[in-house]
């Protein structure tokens, strides 16, 4: 489809990615594992400009998730993105 798709494939994508980071914590020794860790249900969303359309597209669908959001210079609809 389109790189900015954050509705449908990109997002479902994009929580692929946040499961495998938070399972396996990479860069992080495995001796230092047990010590660190991120949790995939507290996620502050940003983005700006096409990541600001996905930043809202994940505040508003993915509530739960969320500790806050910063949207900045975001699109609301791609059919209006000119």
């Known amino acids: 489809m389109f790189a900015y798709n ?3 494939l ?3 994508n994009s929580f692929k990615a946040l499961d ?3 399972s396996s914590l990479p860069g992080v020794p495995d001796e230092l594992k047990p010590y660190y860790g991120a ?3 507290k996620i502050l969303y940003t983005g700006h ?3 600001g359309h996905g930043c809202l597209v994940f505040s508003t669908h993915e509530t739960d998730r969320a500790i ?3 949207c ?3 699109w ?3 059919d209006d993105y000119v």
Do not use: C, N, T
């Open 39 to 41: 949790d995939d249900y």
């Open 68 to 70: 806050g959001s910063a």
């Open 6 to 8: 954050w509705q449908e």
């Open 49 to 51: 400009s096409m990541g």
């Open 10 to 12: 990109g997002r479902l």
């Open 76 to 78: 609301i609809r791609s």
């Open 20 to 22: 495998v980071f938070v």
């Open 72 to 74: 900045a210079a975001a």
